[in-house]
């Protein structure tokens, strides 16, 4: 086997040890606390105590699936709104220069994001939660226990959506009733664990 191709099979079989067993559904939601946001405030999972549901989106700003739901992301927020018993935080834990946290204030910016979009450079949020694709949706009910991993729905094309995964699991959630897919395949670009993050550093 040459230099090259050695040191490709040790990167890959590295970013598979980085990443954590999927989440189980029922297990209990990772804590969280301080990770900055865009809006220059910080965000911990004790902020959403008063909501029913709370819905953890892993984005990023490079990702052209990510890009491709940022309007139904925001759509969604607006769908529950702040004063709903429904929770949103959207967490990016890529650190690329164009996915670290000046990026992501100008995404916010420009899009107008009404919901926290958190930076956790350590990657421990994402390696908790067992995610490996942007975005990933994690859907928690009152008990703080996950309900829903997966998709936001079945198309990256709107137009062609005809199942809303993540739609159905919050209502089901807030009806304290289990959603009928509990996990669907996230469709988007792998998470880049870096080899720091792994380790704790």
């Given amino acids: 086997m040459s230099r090259f191709a050695s040191a490709a099979f040790a990167a890959a079989v590295f970013a598979i040890a980085a990443q954590a067993a999927p989440m189980k559904i029922g297990s209990k939601a990772p804590e969280f606390s301080g990770l900055e946001t865009a809006d220059g405030k910080s965000a911990s999972l ?4 008063d909501k029913d549901v709370l819905v953890i989106c892993i984005t990023c700003n490079h990702c052209p699936v990510a890009k491709a739901y940022q309007d139904r992301i925001i759509q969604f927020a607006k769908k529950y709104g702040e004063d709903s018993k429904v929770g ?8 690329m220069e164009e996915d670290r946290l000046p990026k992501m204030k100008e995404v916010a910016k420009e899009k107008g994001f009404t ?3 958190a930076y956790d450079p350590t990657q421990k949020i994402a390696r908790q939660l067992g995610a ?3 975005p990933e949706f994690f859907v928690f009910d009152k008990e703080r ?3 829903y991993t997966g998709a936001l729905d079945d198309s990256m094309n709107p137009g062609k959506v005809t199942k809303h995964y993540l739609v159905d699991a919050v209502e089901a959630a807030l009806k304290g009733e ?3 897919a509990q996990t669907t395949r996230p469709e988007g670009c792998p998470i880049q664990f870096d080899r720091r993050s792994a380790s704790g550093q």
């Fill in 46 to 49: 004790a902020d959403f105590k």
């Fill in 88 to 95: 949103l935080v959207a967490i990016n834990v890529n650190n």
């Fill in 115 to 117: 919901f926290p979009y």
């Fill in 132 to 134: 490996t694709r942007t």
């Fill in 145 to 147: 226990k996950l309900v």
């Fill in 178 to 180: 289990a959603p009928k």
